[in-house]
């Protein structure tokens, strides 16, 4: 019975520890080579599927890794996540109509958030008078990625 708990805790510590290095590593990779999408989509899903499910350690881990993004691609600091949480507040609660199809909700949540997010980085641009990102099919391209990650969960 012991090595069976045992097992278990190795085993949770070790996903935990390849999560937290994806966490860390992926976003300075992806700031390098620009073919690898940021999955800023997926996070935000994450981030809000944990928030509903109060998962602390997603919470800290899908925060972190917005953080790194938002670093890494010199976009506006928490900009991703103001983004995520107006989308839990403000359309969320209205996508209850879906809850017997999660994976309908999860790529509506990806599908807005990815519009929203490019329209608020539009919006820093205008105000700001800054140059951020290039309007190409390379966002496109993330947009399609991020939405057929969607598929993995």
Request: proline fraction near 3%.
């Amino acid at each position: 019975m012991k090595s069976i708990s045992r097992n278990r805790v190795k085993r949770n510590t070790l996903n935990s520890l390849i999560l937290w290095s994806f966490i860390v590593l992926y976003p300075i990779i992806a700031s390098i080579y620009a073919f690898s999408p940021p999955l800023l989509g997926i996070a935000a899903f994450v981030l809000i599927d944990s928030i509903e499910k109060s998962d602390r350690e997603s919470i800290l881990m899908v925060l972190v890794y917005m953080l790194n993004i938002d670093v890494n691609f010199s976009m506006p600091m928490f900009l991703s996540i103001f983004s995520t949480l107006l989308i839990y507040t403000l359309i969320f609660p209205k996508l209850s109509v879906f809850n017997h199809c999660k994976l309908c909700v999860a790529l509506i949540v990806v599908a807005i958030f990815n519009l929203f997010y490019l329209e608020m980085i539009l919006l820093y641009s205008y105000i700001f008078q800054e140059f951020i990102l290039d309007l190409d099919g390379l966002l496109f391209a993330y947009l399609i990625f991020d939405l057929l990650m969607v598929f993995a969960l």
